[in-house]
């Protein structure tokens, strides 16, 4: 049983980017969202780098991880957690800004496992698959705290 | 064949800490370090939290991260990077720090396997389990920039 | 609530074993069981090796798999699956058994968290990491079919 | 430097599933190969069976593995050893075969970054996907023994 829409899943997402912890530092912008999957966009910082000026995997798997959680509650329409993921780095991520698109593989009622891949943008935007992995996004029955 | 000395590659996460991008911006403190391992701590943040006031995940995966390739560093003497890792959430990560504990499974000449488990803090100094995962980091040949 | 006593779990994997399937071709013997984890060995056959001679990954992932779900049913005492794992290879797998260590990590409701190890024993009875990964096994709530 | 072509790789793949320890046990029969990725299918057999009846998650994962360490080869044209691997069961394999489709996502110098996902196939040659994951194949440079 859905408790949001998608559209409140979404306003939801816009409003913890506004306004909560580590997604406010993150800001990812919801580029796509669907029952099938969410494509996250982040600006990359300074501070989003590691010692060879590339974005920090810790940034791209952050993303991947909120991409594919996002793809979790759009698709439950219920609050979830991530309980696992696997993520491959492919290829430095450099450029204006990471692109994650989570897809939903399958929706269970208590797991939904969710593909993600991250591309990095570059300023005449073309896209480079830079991290690619996969998901067990858990479902939280009961509403979460707002 | 190493380029830096244990000692070295402890200066350099150090300096990367007081001067680097995302690393200055999660500021782990390294605990332990040596070629078996690495123990990084971070003290918690509320730009570190996401919506049930937990650490978010991708700041326990990225400590688990850094963690992982600074162990790959001590290991080899080697400037390396993360090519995979898989990270299991068990718990919350609540408290005032998180600890990232990574000790090298084997340390072969291209890439160097690390078991990395991260434990929640609390005030009075009790650490619970909150993630537990396994990374590979590939070892880069040649210096890095530096 | 448990459906099994770790002795009628220790009960159904040595049934299983003995009669079912893909459980009787890998014919592993249960060296440890408790509700902290399994330990399991198989012994080596030409059947099981890839072209250069080692035990095939598969045998070695299957091994792997098969001592986590025991850990698993062990700690829930309740039927479950796997639901998703992650293995790196660290060395290849030779001698003359393979032997998968388990340990839980955390025994949730739902699920249970399980690290595992595969070493290879030699005829001399040295024993050699060659595996190591982590799991996530699903706790199946009703009794399964027997 | 391709040691053997696509077609040369397919030729191996055969010889060892005729000839070859666990690649003959689980005799999979090459759909589709070619340097971008490898589809492979295994009839079901009992003995690949668990309790309830579905193919056991250890046979699943060596198709899988298979697959991917061929896309590795077809990729290179070399000798290839299967790194790691992530796997994330998301229904029972039941049916008359499992097919598994990998695909390569990056084709570096050391590292093949490989997605596989395995699908159950019933009598009516209907497809259901059963587990999906990344795999990281390592290349051996040097010509393997045969």
Known sequence: MRQWSVDEVKR??????????FNH???PRLLEA?????VLEASVREDMTQHHGF???G????????????AGA???GLDVVTSNFSLHFVAPA??????ARARV???????????????????????????AGITSIAVVSRPAPT
Chains 1, 2, 3, 4 share one sequence.
């Open 74 to 76: 759009l698709a439950s």
């Open 12 to 21: 939801r997402l816009q409003s913890f980017t506004a306004n909560q912890g």
């Open 105 to 131: 593989l399958r929706a269970g009622r208590s797991v939904v496992t969710v593909d993600v891949q991250v591309f990095s943008r570059s300023p005449d935007k073309d896209e480079k698959l830079c991290a």
């Open 59 to 70: 940034c791209v798997s952050a993303l991947a991880d909120m991409a594919a959680a996002w």
């Open 34 to 38: 669907d029952e099938h999957g969410a």
């Open 55 to 57: 974005v920090h995997g």
């Open 25 to 27: 530092w993150l800001s």
């Open 94 to 99: 450099v450029g204006e800004a990471i692109v």
